[in-house]
């Protein structure tokens, strides 16, 4: 396979962030109102903290991993030893009105902090080209997770 040019790498990388975390403007996957803080912004932390079905997560859960996860792999991509703790990433499984909006505000701090750092790399190593790719499926698939929770918690919603 040829070399691909990094700024058609990175044009079509930063689409799927925004795309994913922001909400649809080319529409590549998602459709209208559907990215991550839409999504977040339009549930209250009732909804947040409620466990959608037998196993599952809460949604406020999902969103402390996200915001865990995007940290971590931004500090991989940028050589920054860590300790990892996976299991505590899940907390908090509830949240007031107040923890709620601090925790979507850590979500969006923590994109925010990755998408200036990525926008400033001149230079991109395999691993931040993985870890950037990775931060776009992993954060899908909790998008997906957290939309049908919202799916099963339509009727305590009054939705």
């Not at 079509?12 to 795309?19: G, I, R, S, V």
């Not at 599952?56 to 920054?80: F, K, S």
């Not at 703790?85 to 601090?102: C, L, M, N, T, Y």
């Not at 850590?106 to 200036?116: F, H, K, M, P």
Request: charged share 25%.
């Amino acid at each position: 396979m040829a070399d691909i040019a990094q700024r058609d790498f990175t044009k079509n990388l930063f689409a799927l962030l925004k795309e994913t975390f922001e909400g649809p403007g080319g529409n590549t996957y998602l459709d209208k109102g559907a990215g991550l803080f839409h999504t977040l912004d339009a549930l209250t932390a009732k909804g947040a903290s409620h466990v959608p079905y037998v196993g599952a997560q809460t949604i406020a859960a999902h969103c402390a991993h996200l915001a865990y996860y995007v940290r971590v792999n931004h500090d991989g991509m940028m050589g920054r030893e860590q300790r990892l703790d996976w299991p505590a990433s899940w907390r908090p499984q509830q949240v007031g009105d107040r923890d709620w909006e601090e925790l979507k505000g850590r979500v969006r701090r923590e994109y925010d902090a990755l998408i200036e750092t990525l926008e400033r790399l001149e230079m991109w190593s395999d691993q931040q080209v993985g870890d950037s790719m990775a931060i776009v499926v992993h954060t899908a698939y909790h998008l997906g997770a957290i939309r049908h929770a919202l799916k099963n918690l339509g009727p305590l919603l009054g939705r």
